[in-house]
């Protein structure tokens, strides 16, 4: 996160292949997340406006709020988990002189951030404080976000980012793991690769823990970084999911005060007026969160780049997808709890639409789309009957995700 936007950051979890009860009999009762988590940096003003503002981010479909910004005293905090309540909101608030007993009360109230950006001199203090709140407020989250994997070694106090991560899982020993990390995708400038090497770190000690990952993407234009598009949006989204990501937060929501972000251009200005960038966040939340009750059941298993220059066969060999157009892609691979397999299908172009020609593994009738209107799990559609094989229209950015039943 950017530092003088705030101390710390947003997330939550899920125990992989470990239940409540299980946790009881551990140290501590360990947080469990209850849905896909659409989540965002800079909450709006604890104001008289406040009750409109909740409502405009249930609208927007975002599913979890991370408070720091607008409510801080425990007056403020105290109304927002009412309105979280409300609008079926998640929350994650700042620490405050509130008493547990006064906060385990609401299932609303996740846990609270704890720290951003650690250095790994700050992981054995981190862990004293992981333990304390999993002691005082038995399933409650204390969330800490990591660094970009383009931080430098002075930042992360390890000599590289693969070993700060892994030091924190293993002194830390979070319940998620998250780090922020916004990609340059401007002329001349093309960050995507290194947003996915990070995603495929997270990927790999979340699996290896068997805790989720979230990661925070860019809204808003600042320094170099202009000012994204909708489908620019989509691909960080889409990108994240197809690693296994079980929450995407925006940066930012709320413009942030200060003079590092002149432009201003989050999803809300500080005179209240929404931008492009709301309607944007409505539309791709929406489907997300319809996509959501499926993609928690889901653990990757592996991900495809399918570059233009590459045959999609020899890539995707062992996929569920046995071929498709040469193109741009980006294939998630996951498995279902129920044993099925999962896979998400991305256009990596953040310009152009694409049109792949699909073949999966197994024939069309048993192969089913994951509806972003309505959750449901529905036959897959052939965009175009008229041509030969099974035609997949993708978005600039966007993906669609695939259930494959067993033949």
Avoid at 64 to 91: H, N, S, T, W
Wanted: aromatic share 12%.
């Amino acid at each position: 996160m950017r530092k003088s936007a705030a101390l710390c950051c947003l997330s939550s979890v899920v125990l992989f292949g470990m239940t409540a009860t299980d946790c009881a009999y551990g140290q501590a009762q360990r947080f469990i997340q209850d849905r896909f988590a659409i989540g965002l940096w800079v909450d709006p003003p604890a104001d008289e406006k406040m009750d409109q503002r909740y409502r405009e981010l249930a609208e927007a479909h975002f599913t979890l709020v991370l408070g720091g910004f607008g409510a801080k005293d425990k007056q403020a905090i105290q109304k927002q988990i009412k309105l979280c309540e409300q609008y079926d909101l998640r929350l994650l608030s700042t620490a405050t002189d509130m008493k547990p007993e006064e906060l385990l009360g609401s299932p609303v109230y996740w846990g609270i951030n704890l720290r951003d950006e650690p250095s790994a001199k700050d992981f054995p203090h981190l862990r004293m404080e992981v333990d304390k709140l999993r002691q005082t407020s038995p399933g409650k989250l204390a969330y800490i976000n990591l660094f970009p994997n383009y931080a430098g070694s002075a930042q992360l106090g390890t000599d590289n980012y693969d070993q700060h991560v892994s030091r924190f899982v293993n002194e830390v020993e979070p319940d998620v793991l998250s780090m922020d990390h916004y990609p340059m995708m401007a002329p001349g400038a093309d960050g995507r690769k290194g947003y996915c090497d990070n995603l495929e770190v997270m990927r790999t000690y979340s699996l290896q823990k068997k805790i989720p990952f979230w990661n925070f993407f860019n809204t808003m234009p600042y320094g170099p970084h202009y000012d994204p598009t909708e489908a620019q949006l989509r691909w960080q989204i889409y990108t994240s999911l197809a690693y296994g990501a079980r929450g995407v937060l925006y940066f930012c929501y709320y413009t942030p005060a200060g003079g590092e972000f002149p432009k201003g251009g989050a999803i809300i200005t500080r005179d209240d007026r929404k931008t492009r960038h709301y309607y944007e966040a409505q539309r791709i939340n929406r489907a997300v969160k319809n996509l959501g009750p499926t993609l928690m059941k889901l653990t990757s298993t592996r991900v495809y780049r399918v570059e233009p220059k590459d045959d999609p066969s020899a890539i995707l060999k062992g996929s569920p997808i046995r071929q498709l157009t040469a193109g741009d892609y980006l294939v998630g691979e996951f498995v279902h709890e129920d044993g099925r397999k999962a896979v998400l299908l991305n256009n990596y172009d953040f310009a152009y639409s694409s049109w792949p020609t699909v073949t999966f593994e197994v024939p069309g009738e048993k192969v089913f789309e994951i509806d972003p209107e309505t959750s449901e799990a529905r036959p897959v559609i052939d965009d175009s009957p008229a041509m030969e094989g099974l035609q997949i229209s993708l978005d600039s950015g966007a993906g669609r995700l695939f259930m494959i039943q067993p033949n």
